[in-house]
């Protein structure tokens, strides 16, 4: 995780972004202060990574990279605005022992917000911000199964903030993220999907934190806490909405670094 201290809405790079309604840095402080907290609670080991001046996004640590075993492969960002990052990233990596792989030129790819594992299948999320060819190339890379997923809807612009593995047969989603195709793939591949509605989607149901049988959200999501309460997970609620200015919440502000794989879970 990255703390906000330099956190903000300066530039526009999706919908729920507008320099006209800014956020307040403080609650933005205690807001992720109590994620930080909730997440050690629930066992998970954080570090943290040193927060930089003009790159406010930087706070949304699941775009670094998609980690994969003792190897990351680092984000290569749509927008100029978030490009600054990737050697911030790089640096942080690398220091941390991990061995950093780039993307091929032109090859746009925006990390575990569009790349999930369900299974030892990867999820990928395309077309807004990363490129499907990115995915296929990071899939080969891996040496696993892919399953491209078509994005339509601008709000849902990552693949974090409209699916989210529980378990190798289960995730969330919000179905009209997806296109027919993608919304019949995920049909196919997982057994047991729980769909959000509308309002919940809006609060950011499906970028949720899952450890073990734990999940952490943003609060203002009472039908998806129930549903998961029914499957034999406890939903665990922090408010994240200076977050949701920008268009991210509690996944978004995360990175597994034991991969996004199910095998590597708890
Ligand atoms: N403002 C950031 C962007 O538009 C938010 C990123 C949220 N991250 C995520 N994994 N969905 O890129």
């Known amino acids: ?14 919908p729920w972004m507008s320099r006209s309604q800014q956020s307040n840095l403080d609650v ?9 907290q909730l997440l050690q609670t629930l066992k998970a080991q954080i570090k943290l990574m040193t927060p930089v001046k003009g790159l406010p996004d930087l706070v949304f640590t699941a775009n670094a990279g998609l980690v994969w075993k003792d190897k990351v492969f680092l984000s290569q960002f749509r927008h100029e605005a978030r490009q600054g990052e990737t050697a911030v990233d790089r640096d942080w990596f690398q220091e941390a022992g991990f061995e950093t792989i780039e993307m091929p030129d032109d090859y746009f790819f925006e990390g575990a917000g569009d790349a999930l594992f369900c299974g030892d299948t990867l999820f990928a999320g395309y077309l807004i911000r990363s490129d499907v060819k990115a995915l296929q190339w990071v899939a080969g890379e891996i040496n696993c199964r892919v399953i491209p997923l078509q994005l339509v809807d601008e709000f849902y612009y990552h693949l974090d903030t409209c699916f989210c593995p529980l378990s190798e047969t289960e995730a969330i989603y919000y179905p009209p993220a997806f296109d027919s195709y993608a919304q019949q793939a995920l049909k196919e591949h997982i057994p047991h999907l729980i769909p959000v509605v509308d309002q919940e989607a809006q609060r950011f149901a499906c970028n949720a934190v899952v450890i073990g049988k ?19 997970y406890e939903a665990h609620s922090t408010p994240l909405d200076e977050f949701i200015k920008a268009g991210g919440s509690a996944k978004c502000l995360t990175l597994r670094l034991d991969g996004e794989c199910a095998a590597a879970w708890p």
């Open 28 to 36: 933005a402080r205690q807001q992720w202060e109590a994620l930080h």
């Open 214 to 232: 734990s999940v952490a959200l943003n609060t203002g999501c009472p039908q998806l806490e129930k549903a998961l309460k029914e499957r034999g």
């Open 1 to 14: 995780m990255c703390p906000p201290d330099f956190y903000g809405i300066e530039y526009e790079i999706n």
